[in-house]
């Protein structure tokens, strides 16, 4: 089984990452390691997927905090496993509780503050970026926990690349000129991953502290993608969390 991993939380012994990719799993057909129950897929097979994931993580499906996903900028801070609805981040301190969100070309982006000893998993579509979700959950760790940004180490998972990322010029306005590269045909690629790093950066996150992974889940065939796949499409979930 493909995981990705992330060579700057390696730096922390307590910390427990990885990301799902689309190789390992039952399901059939592009499905492969589809780990949610709301796509075409069946129970069991799913089922079966998340077991295979989470064993390979160390972990249980019951230690996991899973997030709603409505495009939503909200944040929320869990302190139990389970399921929370219209929340597209989520935020811990408790040990032993493992946050996660679900990607198929929608950019994670995970964040650790080693001082504090607390985790947050912020799911940024376009939308969610263009609300400034990374920004907010930032805002989150400060005022609550009181994080420092230049304590907070990050890394921005694959997802939909500026190579192939396509949208409309509606939604390119919306993003920073350095993040959009107009095509012949008048549409743009974004680059949603440069967008979310530019919001780290500019709330305080040191680059150095950034890890960036260049994979696109488009061209990629070893990730899932709903703009490749469609309803074909499986979908992968990036687990974080601290252990005792």
Request: glycine share 8%; net charge neutral; proline share 3%.
């Amino acid at each position: 089984m493909l995981i990705v991993r992330s060579e700057i939380f390696s730096r922390y012994p307590e910390l427990l990452f990885g990301m799902s990719t689309r190789e390992g799993g039952v399901s059939p057909g592009t499905l492969g390691l589809n780990l949610s129950y709301t796509v075409r897929d069946e129970p069991h097979n799913v089922r079966e997927n998340r077991t295979r994931f989470f064993s390979a993580l160390g972990v249980t499906e019951l230690q996991v905090a899973f997030a709603g996903q409505q495009h939503t900028t909200h944040s929320v801070v869990v302190d139990q496993p389970g399921h929370t609805k219209q929340c597209d981040a989520l935020i811990t301190a408790e040990e032993n509780i493992f946050i996660s969100i679900s990607i198929a070309d929608c950019t994670p982006v995970m964040l650790y503050d080693p001082h504090n000893k607390i985790v947050a998993a912020v799911h940024a579509g376009w939308r969610g970026t263009s609300g400034r979700i990374v920004e907010k959950t930032l805002l989150q760790l400060h005022n609550k926990f009181g994080s420092k940004m230049q304590d907070v180490a990050a890394f921005i998972g694959p997802s939909a690349g500026k190579c192939c990322y396509e949208v409309g010029e509606e939604v390119a306005v919306q993003f920073h000129p350095d993040c959009c590269t107009q095509k012949a045909d008048g549409k743009f690629l974004l680059d949603v991953k440069k967008a979310n790093m530019l919001q780290l950066l500019e709330n305080g996150v040191a680059n150095t502290n950034i890890e960036t992974n260049v994979d696109c889940t488009i061209h990629n065939t070893a990730y899932h993608s709903h703009r490749r796949d469609g309803i074909s499409s499986g979908r992968m979930l990036a687990v974080i969390g601290i252990t005792k």
